[in-house]
């Protein structure tokens, strides 16, 4: 039986972005993890990504972005990945996540505090 997390219950999700070069990533996660808009951020090997831009089928390597953080806080991280990312359409992804009671607990303590709607 799963051990549910301490109310409020956030919904947590795992993001993802790429970058042209990890010092980049680096310099964006660091970033991310300090103002507590990601709990975690994690920087990839090297990958080698296939897409059409502007009419033409194109073949990069980059590094992809995982990050860490809650559903609320989506809106702030993604403005401040577009003021940060080096791409003029960075690419951001997500979808929901769970975790361990332990794990999620120390999400909650990592991220920007809960809203709290009276």
Known sequence: ?????????????????????????????????????????????????????????????EVQLILKTRSDLLPKLEQQLRNLHPYTLPQLVWFDAKASHDYQNWLIENLQPLSVSM
């Not at 919904?11 to 103002?35: E, G, K």
């Not at 951020?41 to 390597?61: E, H, N, R």
């Open 1 to 61: 039986m799963c051990t549910p997390v301490s109310t409020p219950n956030p919904d947590f999700c795992i993001a993802l972005s790429t970058f042209p070069d990890s010092a980049s990533a680096h310099r964006v996660a660091q970033t991310l993890v300090q103002a507590k808009l990601a709990a975690c951020a994690q920087v990839s090997a090297p990958i080698t990504s296939f897409y059409t831009w502007q009419g033409q089928l194109q073949q990069d390597g």
